[in-house]
């Protein structure tokens, strides 16, 4: 019998990490795509395992010259840039950067305005504990009676 | 969950997220991520989820390059050696090596697979009936 190494043992797998359907549903996405060879389907599987790693490892290494634990977004961001054959098919699909935390000038936090006027359509809370204004008759019959329906079974 | 049959074809082209099952498992995706980085080092949700989109776009990039060449030279298949071709056009050719013995190590064992024969000359079969 021959013993192999563990990590010669995964490179000869003929198996993929990924499931095969998934990997060949992604693949047919694009219309253009009419058959695909379980050849074909395979490295590409395995391919793809091969650029999860790079990428993986590359973000590693930019959380830890930022000398952080956690690989965040923006950790993968650099790692894209830094690769030109990722970068130049990528870039434009990573989510943007989130806000900076810092206030900004411009915009505010949007604080709930208290004294604003509801908007149209709804009432406020408090509106159901308060005598309404007679402005519409039968809307304060209606609020007469108790707003909030209780099941009483 | 959304009906993605007879999508159109420009789903790669979507601004927004990818559904779910255009994605890989995110628990594929985890595990691998683990393998590869460091012991103590963590990954954000966040980022196992865009990993996640990252190899879809993968997928599709490679793909849609074999394909393209296919039509070029009005075949209808995609084959191991329009990845490899599309892999090297792309910029990933250092995938080449490994890939070559993924794939050789492959066609041995479905030839060994189809044929079911002892055959002889491979020492993973030797053993055996």
Redesign the interface.
Known sequence: MVIMAEEEENAASTVSEFPKGRVKKIMTLDKDVKRVSSEALFLVSRSTELFLQFLAEKSAQVAIEKKRKTVNLEHIRVAVKRHQPTRDFLLDDLPPPSQPNKPDKHTTPAARPKSDKPLPGTRRIDQFFRKPEPENPAQAEAQAQSPIPVDES | MVD?IG???S??ENSGMREQ?????IA??G???K????P?????K??KE??Q????????????E???KC?RERR?????D???WA?AS???DD?AE??R???H???E??VDRSTNQDRGNS??TR?GS
């Not at chain 2, 989109?53 to 849609?64: A, G, L, N, R």
């Open positions: 993605n999508g159109s074809s789903n790669a099952d255009q994605l890989l498992p594929n995706v595990r691998i991520m393998q590869i980085l460091p103590n080092a963590k990954i954000s966040e980022s865009t990993m989109e990252c190899v879809s776009e993968f997928i599709s990039f490679v793909t849609s074999a394909s393209e039509r209808k298949t995609v084959n191991g329009d990845v490899c892999l792309l910029g990933f995938y490994p890939l013995r993924y794939l190590r492959y066609r064992l479905e020492p993973l053993e």
